[in-house]
C-alpha cells in the first residue's frame, strides 16, 4: 500500500510527495526565500482562445516557449512530440511526408485522405489539413506550441477526440528588428533562416501598418546509399516562408493577414527487410540499420507500375489567413477567422525493402480547404464569468491517385482513384462561473458543441493491370451529425495550485473507402467514433515560482473505433481501408515537472503511462481462399500500435558562467519510450522480443553547448555546439508486419545515426 502524508505549505494543500523534492535542493531554497531569488518563466497559453497562465489551464496540456524550443533543439513537431507524455509523432516507416500520430493511445497512421485524423494540428487556430497527408508543419517563426490532450471539439474548429496541437505564430512587433541564423553538421547539414520585422507605418486616420517577412531552407545529404545508383535516402531538401501583415485600425480593431508555405523535394528513406517467410526474399533480410543498399529498387519509380512519376517525394502546402478582431467592449469581443489552404503531394513509397515489388507504390494526392469561423467572447466586470461562443464552416475538395506494383516475382498492377468533396459545420460554446462562494475558489466550465458534416465521394475506381475495373463507384453521398458536451469542475486550493475534473465528449465523422478494392467495401461507408473521457488533475507553483508540477489521470472509452487496414485481394494485391473495429477503454496519467534549483541550474523531467483494455477488435483473419478473411473479436489479443506503455524525459540545462563576451551554457536532454509494437494488423505475440513488428524499449540523449548573448554590434550573437543522439542508439523507431495478413515479410525503419553540429544566431 503507497501511503500519501498531506501537509500544509504556505497555507495550501500539497501531496507529500512534493516535500520529497527538498532533497533536491528546495530546502536550501526556501531558507534563502529572504533573497531576491530567479523564478520560473510564467508560460502564457491560449488554449481556451484567451490568454491564461499555463498552471490556470483545466487541461492536460504542454506547452514550449520559443526560448523553450531554441534551448532544446526542437526543430519540428516530431522533437515535439519526443519531450511530451503520451504523444507519439513519427514519419511514416518509407515516408518523410505523411505522419504516425497516436495521443493518449489512440491515432492514425494512413496517408489515405478518405479518413480524418483524431488529432487536429492547427495553425494560429485554422486547421488547414484534416489529415496525415503532408501534415508535417515546419516550426517557422514560431512562438509557442501547446499540446492539448484529450477531446477538443467546444472550442476548437474540427471535432477532435484525441487531442490537439495549437501552433502559435510569432506577429509583427512594429519595432525594426532582425533575426540570422545559419548552422552547418554532418551529412552536409546546411540550415538557414531569417526574420524581418518593420517599424510601423502610419497610415493616419487608418491606423498603423507592421509586417513581418521570414524564410527558412534546411538542405542535408541522406545517409543510407543505394550503392546501385549513387542515390543516398533520407535526405532533406525543405523551403519554408511566411508573410505576416497587422493593419491596427485603432485601439478596438485589429487585423492579421498571415501567407505561409513550405515546399519538400528529397529522397525518401530506405527500410529495412527484417523477415520474411518467403524463400526468395531470405537473401535480403537484415537485422539492424543499413548505410548501405545493394543495387535495389527502393525508393525509385518504375514506369510499367505508375506511368510518369520521379522518385524523389515532392510537397507543397500553403495557407492563406485573415484573422479580425474588434473589441466593442471588455464584455463583448468579436472575432473572425478565414482561411484557404492548398496541398499537393507526389510521394514514392517502397515498402518491402527488396529489389521486387512486392509492396510499391505511388501516392498523388492534392487537396484545397477552406474555413470560416466566427466567434464572440467577453467577462464580466469582475471577471466571474468568462464565456466564448461560435459559427464554424470549412470546404474541402481532394484528389488522390495511387497506383502500385504488387506480388514480387509475379507481380499485378493496382491503381485507386478517387475523389471527395467534404463539409463541415458547427456551433459551440462554453461558459466558465466563478460564483460568490468558497472566496471564489470554485469555477465551473460547461460546454457544448453540434457538428453536421457531409461526405462526397465522386467517380472511384480501382483498376486491376491498366485494363480490368475491380470496383467503381461515380457518387456517394452520406451525412453525419453529433452533440457533444463538456464539462469542468476546477478549484483553487491558493493562488498558485488547483485542481479540476473534467468530462468530455469527443467525436469523427464517418466517412467512405476511396481505396476500397472491392465493390462491396467500394459501397459501404464506415461509421462514426464516439469518445467519452474523464480527467482529474492538479496543477501548482511552488517554492516561489522555483516549482512547476502538473498532474492527470484519465479514462477513456472508444465506441466504434476507426482504424485503417491493410487486407489482401483475391488478385494478389492489397487494399488500404478504414474500419469500425470495436471498443476500447485507454487509462493512464501524466506528470510534468520544471524546477528551478538554484539560480543557475534548471531541470525539468516528464512521465506519461498508458493501459489498454480491447473489449471488442474485430480482426479479419485470412483463409485458405485468397483475398477472403473471416472477422473474429480477437480482444486484447490485439494491441494498439505505437502506444508505449510508459515514456519519459529529462533535461538539464545548467548556466556555467557570465562573462563580459556572453554567457556560457551547457544543456542535456534525454527521452525514453517503452517497448511497442509497430503498425498494421499488429496481434500480441509471446515472447515481445518474437513480433516481427516489436520496436524494443529505447532511448535518446541530446546535447548541447553554447556561448550566448554575445555584444554584436547593435544586438546579440549566439554560437551552439549540439549533438542529437549522442549515443549513436541503433534501434527501430517504426515497424510493419505484413505476414499476418498473408504478404510473407516485415519491414523496419531504424534511428538515425548520431547527428552534430554548429549554429550560429543573431538577433537584433
Known amino acids: 500500500m503507497i501511503k500519501i502524508t498531506i501537509r500544509t505549505v504556505r497555507g495550501g494543500w500539497v501531496p507529500g510527495l512534493l516535500m520529497l523534492l527538498g532533497g533536491m535542493g528546495f530546502a536550501g531554497m526556501a531558507a534563502g526565500a529572504g533573497e531576491s531569488a530567479p523564478q520560473l518563466e510564467e508560460v502564457i497559453v491560449t488554449a481556451q482562445k484567451r490568454q491564461e497562465t499555463l498552471k490556470e489551464v483545466p487541461i492536460s496540456i504542454t506547452a514550449f516557449t520559443a526560448k523553450m524550443l531554441d534551448e532544446m533543439q526542437i526543430k519540428n513537431i516530431v522533437d515535439v512530440s519526443s519531450h511530451t507524455p503520451n504523444f507519439t509523432f513519427l514519419t511514416q516507416g518509407a515516408s518523410n511526408t505523411s505522419m504516425i500520430v497516436t495521443i493518449r493511445g489512440v491515432g492514425n497512421s494512413d496517408s489515405n485522405l478518405s479518413s480524418d485524423a483524431p488529432i487536429g494540428i492547427y495553425i494560429d487556430g485554422v486547421l488547414p489539413n484534416a489529415h496525415m497527408t503532408g501534415n508535417v508543419p515546419d516550426l517557422l517563426d514560431i512562438e509557442r506550441v501547446e499540446v492539448l490532450r484529450g477531446p477538443q471539439g467546444t472550442l476548437y474548429g474540427r471535432n477532435t477526440p484525441s487531442g490537439a496541437i495549437n501552433f502559435v505564430t510569432r506577429k509583427p512587433s512594429g519595432e525594426l528588428g532582425l533575426d540570422l541564423s545559419a548552422g552547418v553538421g554532418n551529412y552536409n547539414l ?7 520585422d518593420t517599424p510601423r507605418w502610419d497610415l493616419g486616420d487608418a491606423g498603423n501598418l507592421a509586417m513581418r517577412v521570414n524564410g527558412t531552407f534546411l538542405d542535408r545529404d541522406g545517409w543510407m546509399k543505394d550503392v546501385g545508383t549513387g542515390d543516398w535516402f533520407d535526405s532533406r531538401s525543405r523551403q519554408s516562408g511566411r508573410v505576416a501583415l497587422r493593419w491596427t485600425v485603432n485601439d478596438d480593431l485589429l487585423l492579421d493577414y498571415d501567407y505561409s508555405f513550405s515546399n519538400v523535394n528529397e529522397l525518401p528513406p530506405a527500410i529495412v527487410l527484417t523477415n520474411t517467410t518467403l524463400p526468395f526474399l531470405e537473401p535480403y533480410v537484415e537485422s539492424g540499420r543499413r548505410s548501405a543498399f545493394g543495387p535495389l529498387s527502393i525508393g525509385h519509380c518504375n514506369p510499367a507500375a505508375f506511368g510518369k512519376c520521379g522518385n524523389r517525394s515532392k510537397l507543397r502546402v500553403y ?7 474588434w473589441t466593442v467592449s471588455p464584455a463583448l469581443i468579436l472575432k473572425s477567422i478565414s482561411s484557404y489552404s492548398g496541398l499537393h503531394s507526389a510521394e514514392l513509397t517502397d515498402f518491402d525493402g527488396s529489389p521486387f515489388p512486392l509492396l510499391d507504390s505511388f501516392n498523388l494526392s492534392k487537396l484545397g480547404t477552406v474555413s470560416q469561423e466566427f466567434n464572440v467572447s467577453g467577462a464580466t466586470a469582475d471577471g466571474n464569468l ?22 514480387g516475382l509475379s507481380p499485378v498492377q493496382l491503381a485507386s482513384t478517387f475523389s471527395l468533396k467534404n463539409d463541415s459545420r458547427a456551433v459551440y460554446g462554453q461558459v466558465d462561473w466563478r ?25 472511384a475506381s480501382y483498376v486491376f493491370n491498366d485494363a480490368f475495373l475491380l470496383a467503381a ?20 486550493f491558493t493562488d498558485e495550485t488547483n485542481g479540476y475534473f473534467r468530462y468530455a465528449k469527443g467525436w469523427r465523422s464517418g466517412g467512405f473507402n476511396g481505396r476500397a478494392g472491392t465493390q462491396e467495401a467500394l459501397n459501404q461507408p464506415f461509421q462514426p467514433e464516439d469518445t467519452t473521457s474523464y480527467e482529474i488533475g492538479m496543477k501548482g507553483s511552488f517554492f516561489e515560482k522555483r516549482l512547476d508540477f502538473t498532474a492527470a489521470a484519465f479514462f477513456t472509452k472508444y465506441d466504434n473505433l476507426q482504424i485503417v487496414q491493410t487486407v489482401p485481394l483475391a488478385n494478389g494485391g492489397y487494399a488500404s481501408i478504414n474500419a469500425n473495429v470495436g471498443k476500447i477503454d485507454v487509462s493512464g496519467f501524466e506528470l510534468e515537472l520544471n524546477a528551478l534549483l538554484t539560480p543557475k541550474l534548471n531541470v525539468y523531467a516528464s512521465y506519461g503511462y498508458v493501459d489498454t483494455n480491447i473489449k471488442q477488435y474485430d480482426f479479419c483473419v485470412p ?3 485468397p483475398g477472403e478473411c473471416t ?24 548556466r556555467i558562467a557570465d562573462t563580459s563576451y556572453g554567457t556560457w551554457k551547457v544543456r542535456f536532454d534525454a527521452n525514453w519510450r517503452d517497448e511497442q509494437s509497430g503498425g498494421a494488423e499488429v496481434l500480441k505475440f509471446r515472447p515481445f522480443g518474437t513480433d516481427p513488428a516489436a520496436i524494443p524499449a529505447y532511448g535518446l540523449v541530446n546535447g548541447r553547448f553554447s556561448l550566448q548573448q554575445i555584444p554584436v554590434a547593435r544586438g546579440q550573437a549566439q554560437v551552439s555546439v549540439w549533438v542529437k543522439n549522442m549515443l549513436n542508439a541503433d534501434t527501430a523507431v517504426s515497424a ?28 537584433y
Open 190 to 196: 546546411r540550415t538557414g533562416h531569417f526574420a524581418l
Open 319 to 325: 495557407t492563406h489567413a485573415l484573422h479580425a478582431a
Open 386 to 407: 468568462n464565456y466564448v461562443g461560435g459559427l464554424y464552416f470549412s470546404h474541402e475538395h481532394g484528389f488522390n491517385t495511387n497506383p502500385g506494383a504488387y506480388g
Open 435 to 459: 460564483p460568490d462562494v468558497l472566496d471564489h475558489k470554485m469555477t465551473f466550465i460547461a460546454g457544448l458543441r453540434y457538428t453536421q458534416e457531409t461526405r462526397k465521394l465522386i467517380n
Open 473 to 492: 463507384l461515380p457518387y456517394a453521398k452520406k451525412d453525419y451529425s453529433k452533440l457533444t458536451p463538456a464539462f469542468t469542475v476546477k478549484y483553487d
Open 623 to 625: 483463409t485458405a481462399v
Open 631 to 654: 472477422l473474429q473479436n480477437i480482444g486484447n489479443n490485439r494491441q494498439l500500435y505505437y502506444t508505449p506503455r510508459s515514456n519519459a524525459a529529462f533535461g538539464v540545462d545548467y
Open 736 to 763: 510493419v508486419n505484413l505476414e499476418v495478413i498473408g504478404l510473407g515479410y516485415s519491414v523496419t525503419r531504424f534511428l538515425e545515426p548520431r547527428t552534430f553540429g554548429v549554429d550560429f544566431d543573431y538577433h
